[in-house]
């Protein structure tokens, strides 16, 4: 078993690096005021060849899931907002794409969308149902050449940027819980969708959207995958999605981590640096431990990923442990910061929120546990 990145791989991180040293972090103080990210970002990385897919011969390609978690590692480092961004777009918008596509669908909307022209979100979290993924209370009732959809998503991320939205809907009431739903692609400019950007906290500078859809028409041919099976499909991009808010999470705990260290080596407590105090050493080695823990959970679901093996056991266990770690990195490294973190314009404050929130995205905690659970029942 070979633990070594490819080496071309880690060149194209490094190329990567470049890219957000100058696309990115010299706008990120505006970004994080206005708590908007702009249409050109999303741009700048499809023409850069960044999000995990390429376009070709009338369809999408997925990269390697490594390259992807490695990317989206190095930029929530910089900033999990940025991130989550980017992978609202890619990790759900597109992979929704490439997985449950007609050939009317990716022949509107498949280059554009890997080229960062068009932004894609997903709609699927309600008021009334977030863990419970087969709750949701959106009607699609069939119409004439489609169907019309009626009701309101709570919380998406790139709700008010995007063009489009992977959105699930209840078509066979009367049905199964396994068998309600189903999967359509909604163009955001149709007559009937309003939307509300919502005041949040975490994940800064992404916005978080409220989606009202009122009598709006889908046309047929953006009906994704087969009717009835909306569940298992939001489902399986939530799988695979879960490997990258993983990398995203990781790249979270990094961030802080980078932060305290350093301050660590410069700060100085009764005439002593705070890296020499011992306990503090020690907290170090302990951090620095379940976050390398954490990036072999991440590698080994990206390596079944990518040879078309079950995965949902390896996204759940690299979710829960990343998540875990990062809650613990991000408290350790404020505290070391002290009343400072509390300021809003000091780099340390938004990591703690951040990764927070990652524990919300792909399913919480619970989720996690109990997908965990049932996997390894049913393998033993």
Known sequence: MDFQVPREMNHEVERFQSFLDIQVKPHLTNWYQEKAIPRTFFSAVGEG????FTWDRDRVWSRPSLRGSLLIEKLARLSPGVAVAFLAHNDLGITGLRLFPTDDLLAGYGEPAVM???ILCLGNTESEAGSDVANIAMKAEKADGGWVLNGAKAYVTNGTVSDLAVV???TDPKASRNS???MFLVDLSS????RTKLNKQG?????LTRIQMTNVFVPESHLMGGRGRGLQQVLTIFTHSRVFISAMTLGTAEGAFDLALGHSRKRKIFGVRLADHQYKSFQIADLYAKMEASRLLIHKACWAMDRDMPFRLEASLAKYMSVQT???VTEWAADLFGAASVIYEHPIHKFPLDAWASSLGEGTQDVQRLVIFREVMRRK
């Open 168 to 170: 699930t809907a209840v």
């Open 203 to 207: 994940w800064v500078p992404s916005d």
């Open 49 to 52: 060849g960044w999000f995990g």
């Open 180 to 182: 309600r739903l189903s």
């Open 326 to 328: 990062a809650r613990e």
């Open 191 to 194: 007559k009937g969708v309003s």
């Open 116 to 118: 960062g022209r068009l």
